[in-house]
């Protein structure tokens, strides 16, 4: 017999929330055969110490992919020189004009242990005017690319559903 918890909170704890700003999200639209280029060129980059905050890859449609790139804003343009240097090489590839963005990021202890937490993250999100360019949820994190300036605001709507618990005091530490 095979014994599986779920934990369930009203209102999920998590260990805080991290803003990173000066972002830009570059993408590079492509059919599924340039995909590997793409790869290619995100790993020289990462030789080279241009690092990203995040990549993304999603199918958009037909064996159309969209490949994404958020990296500091001082990095964007060698980035955007080296998604150029694919589409040089085929009529089917385009790069999109770089876009203003931050990165919001939340840790649970709970997430991997209970269900929803992706729900009650576009749930909530979505009452608001907030639009979010990429998402990843691992079994821990989220994160968020949004528009520049919108971080915190998201990170305030969020708190709603997401709360970061207050440390408490332990009598037997006060007493002396």
């Not at 605001?153 to 997401?162: D, G, H, T, V, Y």
Request: aromatic content about 10%; proline content about 3%.
């Amino acid at each position: 017999m095979e014994t599986i918890a779920v934990y369930w909170e009203p209102v999920v704890r998590v260990y805080g929330y991290e803003i990173k700003r000066n972002i830009s999200l570059i993408e590079l639209d492509l059919p599924f055969d340039k995909l590997e280029a793409a790869g290619e060129r995100a790993d020289q980059l990462a030789r080279n110490n241009k690092g990203f905050t995040m990549t993304l890859v999603q199918q958009d449609s037909e064996r159309r992919y969209r490949f994404c790139i958020a990296t500091d804003n001082e990095d964007a343009d060698t980035v955007v020189r080296i998604f150029c240097q694919i589409a040089a090489t085929s009529e089917d590839v385009l790069v999109r004009e770089p876009h203003k963005v931050e990165l919001l990021s939340f840790h649970g202890p709970h997430f991997q242990d209970r269900y929803g937490i992706a729900e009650a993250t576009f749930s909530t999100l979505a009452q608001s005017d907030i639009l979010i360019y990429a998402a990843s949820c691992t079994g821990t994190s989220v994160y968020l690319i949004v528009e520049e300036g919108k971080a915190e605001e998201a990170r305030n709507i969020l708190s709603a559903s997401f709360v970061v618990p207050e440390p408490k005091a332990r009598k037997d530490l006060l007493r002396n």
